[in-house]
RNA sequence: GCGCUAAUAGUCUAGUGGCUAUGACUUCGGCCUUCCAAGUCGACGACCCGGGUUCAAUUCCCGGUUGGCGCACCA
């Protein structure tokens, strides 16, 4: 047992416990896909609820959009997507290793063969006598791989539609609406969440990497001359984050740099500050999930790993059993988007000042994907003991279950008075979870399992005087409180206002 | 997509060309039980899918699906 992996053990209780499980299951399944159980469905809730809350609520100029996750062909042809990743691929008649057709062109002959036909690109390897890299053997004919899901809209059949793959798309598409919704003002946010669809050739590692995936977006615009934030946005100049540098990654990095913002500012490291501003962001939010600062960190990306309209990515990669994984893309795509589908749909989307002045707005990118934040939680929470007992220590802002309530006993009315506590603490609005099987240890360990942070225990002293106990997951201690403190002794609790420990005397 | 490998209750696992396919844990019900999974009685529950060989396939063969590892891929 010990010897496992740790993800598989996250699977296994995944699967144990009702967070996740393969789709079509009982049909075989279908690789990359997967579903989200009760307790799966309500951690993923509470984490796009913190994104919500935090990255667009409480902001000014930042409001939330739901776009169609099928679109017509002519959105992915304008945005570059139909073309990108469209890839010819070739295979070796011997070796059978697959390769990109326009790569070995490109390494063999020294030629560009980018948005040449599949035809012409066979054409151009026969005519260098281009091999197979590996053995020298002769390759096959290419064909195409599209990583686009693509259907038919409408009963003619002649439509094309396709399952967006990224959210973004929904957002520039709707540019003119948004920009006068917001009243043609600079700087505003969109933020979308929903599910993407890629068709990865392989997918692997539970829900890393999914045909289907969730993410949490926004498309930040602002205006290219103006690289400082400006009010309401606010940089937490003093916050420190993990950065490591393309000089870094030249030289061979261990430890990623820790930085202020401000000294990231300062030393030219970003090229604008929204990209400081999601930083801060997004290193607040693994904090407040449970996950330590010292296992995640921005990598600005290098050139051959962006596309080359962007003004810089920089990928969250947090330091995970299967691997350094990107959960996070923070990419300035400057006005790359809004430029391509201006002109393919022949409409302006500049912004004009009162002085005459136009601009087009650039645009950054924070991209959380959803079930890879999940991922990083569940292995981030998980512990386990020397007897092999395991437990998630959620913290209470993302626990999928908030408090169990347990009689000692279920006779003598320990389970009347139980439930109804149960009951009361439903209606003001906790996540609360009622059991009264077997005995009393075993409850509490059910409880630990799936991360629950407190247990209401009524027991025999309770029924003299409403008093109950709340014991703490992580110390496994309880405090006695009476019945109408309950709520707000609680809720101080859960909003980590009050630690336990200061209730113990 | 290629190569290697695996697939038996919810989870882990034993085993077999032939009666009714092991066991543990879990779950559910009962008894016991005045605070941290270990007492007791009982119950539910499985041979990945399709084809072939065979009197008979969960077992052997072929194909597929899914998982793991490696390669490739990951604008």
């Given amino acids: 047992m010990t010897e496992d992996r740790l993800i598989d053990k996250i699977i296994d209780v995944s699967l144990r416990r009702g967070f996740i499980c393969p789709t079509a299951e009982i049909y075989g399944g279908a690789g990359g896909f997967y579903d989200y159980g ?3 469905t309500l951690l993923k809730q509470k984490i796009i609820d913190y994104w919500r809350q935090n990255f667009v609520l409480d902001t000014d100029n930042i409001f939330e959009v739901s776009g169609s996750l099928l679109m017509p062909e002519s959105v992915f042809q304008a945005s570059g997507h139909l073309d990108a990743f469209d890839d010819p691929l070739t295979q070796c008649s011997v070796c059978n290793s697959m390769f990109r057709t326009d790569q070995l062109i490109n390494d063999a002959a020294n030629i560009s063969a980018e948005g040449l036909s599949i035809e012409e690109q066979d054409k151009l390897i026969q005519e260098h006598n281009v091999k197979c890299p590996k053995c020298n053997e002769d390759l096959s004919k290419s064909r195409n791989f599209n990583l686009m899901f693509k259907t038919e809209i409408g009963p003619s059949g002649g439509y094309a539609g396709y399952l967006r793959p990224e959210t973004a798309q929904n957002i520039f598409i709707n540019f003119k609406r948004l920009t006068a919704f917001m009243r043609n003002k600079l700087p505003f946010g969109i933020a979308q969440t929903g599910f993407s669809f ?35 946005f606010e940089i937490a100049e003093d916050l420190k984050i993990n950065f490591v540098t393309h000089e870094m990654q030249e030289k061979g990095w261990e ?8 000294e990231v500012k300062q030393q030219n490291l970003v090229p604008n500050d929204y990209l400081l501003y999601f930083f801060a962001l997004e290193t607040e939010m693994l904090i407040d999930f449970g996950v330590k600062q010292e296992d995640f960190w921005f990598r600005h990306m290098l050139p051959h790993e962006t596309p080359h309209y962007s003004g810089g990515n920089f990928d969250l990669e947090v330091n995970l059993s299967v ?21 393919a749909s022949n409409s302006s ?19 959380l994907g959803v079930d890879r934040i999940l991922y990083t939680v569940l292995e981030k929470c998980y512990r386990e003991d020397d007897r092999g007992w395991s437990w998630f ?30 009951r009361e603490l439903k209606n003001s609005g906790y996540i609360s979870f009622y059991d009264e099987s077997g005995k009393i240890g075993k409850r509490y360990a059910r409880a630990d399992e799936i991360g629950i942070p407190y247990c209401i225990t009524i027991d025999y002293e309770s029924l003299k005087d409403s008093s109950m106990t709340i014991r703490d997951r992580d110390s496994m201690k309880q405090i006695r409180i009476p019945l109408e403190d309950l709520d707000i002794t609680l809720g101080e609790l859960m909003d980590s206002e009050v630690e336990f420990e200061e209730y113990e005397q």
């Avoid at 430890?255 to 401000?262: A, E, F, N, T, V």
């Avoid at 959960?327 to 201006?342: C, E, F, M, T, V």
């Avoid at 989307?349 to 991209?367: C, M, N, Q, W």
């Avoid at 169990?404 to 320990?414: E, S």
């Fill in 349 to 367: 989307f500049t912004i004009a000042y009162s002085d005459g002045r136009k601009v087009l707005p650039h645009v950054v990118e924070p991209s």
């Fill in 38 to 40: 009760p307790l799966g």
């Fill in 198 to 232: 890629r068709n990865e050739i392989s997918p692997r590692n539970f829900i890393i990497r999914l045909r289907q995936f969730e993410q949490m977006e926004i498309e930040m615009f602002f205006d290219p001359d103006d690289k400082e934030v400006s009010s309401p």
């Fill in 393 to 422: 220590q959620f913290p209470s802002i993302i626990a999928p279950l908030e408090v169990a309530v347990l009689p000692l006993m279920k006779k003598d009315g320990l389970a009347n008075l139980a439930y109804e506590v149960h």
């Fill in 255 to 262: 430890k990623p740099l820790s930085l202020s913002l401000q």
């Fill in 323 to 343: 691997g350094h994984k990107e959960i996070i893309g923070n990419a300035y795509r400057r006005d790359y988007d809004l430029k391509k589908h201006s002109k």
